[in-house]
């Protein structure tokens, strides 16, 4: 605990002899940080706090982004997406879907102008058909083996059982 100020000391004076004294003691040695750049906001960025809390909390940045560059992200994703969709119907929906919205934001004149394409629907069900079709096949051969390496005779039925 540190003692009284002398009243014939000023202030200034007697928090440097504080330090000056904490500093002999070696109370600032080996402190977290110590040797490190001190992380000061930028003053000629005024959105340095939101930056901040972003990287502090770890959030996901593409919900910034405007919304013709979701689209564009979107769209460089529509095989990936479009795998792991079941019916055809399904894709069929899903195309027409995000054709409307591209649509819809091409109409838009709000917000930085980004060029977006629509999605070639027929090309994309196309390669959707040959995907889905070798997974298919996949998943076959993979049903087959596991049969093969169960090798569990099958069950008879009722009838078999009685005329046997």
Same mark, same amino acid.
């Given at each position: 605990?540190?003692?009284?100020?002398?009243?014939?000391?000023?202030?200034?004076?007697? *928090?440097?002899?504080? *330090?000056?004294?904490?500093?002999?003691?070696?109370? &600032?040695?080996?402190?977290?940080?110590?040797?490190? $750049?001190?992380?000061?906001?930028?003053?000629?960025? $005024?959105?340095?706090?939101?930056?901040? &809390?972003? =990287? +502090?909390?770890?959030?996901?940045?593409?919900?910034?982004?405007?919304?013709?560059?979701?689209? +564009? @992200?979107?769209?460089?994703? %529509? +095989?990936?997406? *479009?795998? @792991?969709?079941? =019916?055809?119907?399904?894709?069929?929906?899903?195309?027409?879907?995000?054709?409307?919205?591209?649509?819809?934001?091409?109409?838009?004149?709000?917000?930085?102008?980004?060029? %977006?394409?629509?999605?070639? !629907? /027929?090309?994309?069900?196309?390669?959707?058909?040959?995907?889905?079709?070798?997974?298919?096949?996949?998943? +076959?051969?993979?049903?087959?083996? !596991?049969? /093969? /390496?169960?090798? *569990? $005779?099958?069950?008879?039925? &009722?009838?078999? =059982?009685?005329?046997?």
């Amino acid at each position: 605990m540190t003692s009284r100020k002398p009243p014939s000391m000023s202030m200034q004076d007697w *928090v440097d002899h504080q *330090v000056r004294q904490a500093e002999k003691d070696g109370e &600032f040695d080996d402190l977290p940080g110590a040797g490190k $750049p001190l992380k000061l906001a930028d003053q000629h960025d $005024p959105d340095w706090w939101v930056k901040d &809390f972003i =990287r +502090r909390e770890n959030l996901d940045t593409e919900a910034l982004l405007p919304p013709p560059m979701l689209l +564009r @992200k979107e769209k460089a994703k %529509v +095989r990936e997406t *479009v795998a @792991k969709m079941r =019916r055809e119907s399904e894709v069929r929906e899903y195309l027409e879907d995000l054709n409307k919205r591209i649509v819809l934001a091409i109409r838009d004149t709000t917000g930085p102008v980004i060029p %977006v394409g629509k999605v070639d !629907a /027929e090309a994309a069900l196309a390669q959707w058909r040959v995907d889905h079709e070798e997974w298919l096949e996949n998943r +076959r051969r993979a049903l087959a083996r !596991a049969a /093969e /390496e169960a090798d *569990v $005779p099958a069950k008879k039925s &009722f009838w078999q =059982r009685i005329f046997s």
